[in-house]
């Protein structure tokens, strides 16, 4: 069976500095698949190129058996940027409403959509004011809600729950872990936190624009013979230096 999204080789640079070297990352249909590192890694960079808002240097990315950059396969990824891509001075649901628009729903689904939406990230009462007067969590859920308005096959939130309170947090993850489990949807989430990471199926650690370590949590916690995540990370790192010749 063929990955929902294959990267090969991929290295990509802004001028003359590289961003990322020979990234390889092939995530299977149904995964909740964590891209972890600080920032600066390269995270938004990866997901950027899969998305096809950023073309490749070398290499090639895959999506849906569709080389990437392509215009169709966009009706089937939703997509949350780091920052908040929002109209301000239109409400909440004005904002929800634009952006169903984009995508082949009738009117009928566009209104089911816009309340599951609203409803998963707890907009539902603020959805009549203007954006403007959100606060900074506030957009990030409401960013949520436009990146699933269009039920897609592929999910790619990047930092999804930054500035979102804990009791939120949870039941954000909840729901990508019922939409994953429930209705087999792709999964690609970028973040920082380790706690985040232990939820993802697979997860795939970057830093300095390569991929140190790849697997499951639990692969790679015995790989390493540590409890943690965090202690991967910094195993895996030490580890790349040394294959560098990085003192």
Known sequence: MNPTIKVEKVSKSFGKMPVLKDVNLTIE???LFGLIGPSG???TTVVKMIVGMEKVDTGSIHVLNEKMPKLAILQKIGYMAQSDALYVE???????KFFASLFRLNKKEQ????????????????LKKRVSAYSGGMKRRLSLAIALIQDPKLLILDEPTVGIDPELKLSIWNELLRLKNQEGKTIIVTTHVMDEAERCDVVA???DGRILASGTPSELKNFYHVSSLDEVFLKA??????????N
């Open 29 to 31: 249909k149904g995964q």
């Open 205 to 207: 650690m970057v830093r």
């Open 237 to 246: 790192g030490v580890k790349q230096h040394a294959n560098l010749g990085v």
């Open 111 to 126: 209104k089911r959509r816009i309340s599951y939406a609203a409803d998963l990230v707890n907009l539902t009462p603020d």
């Open 90 to 96: 239109l409400t909440g649901e004005e904002n929800l």
């Open 41 to 43: 890694a390269g995270k």
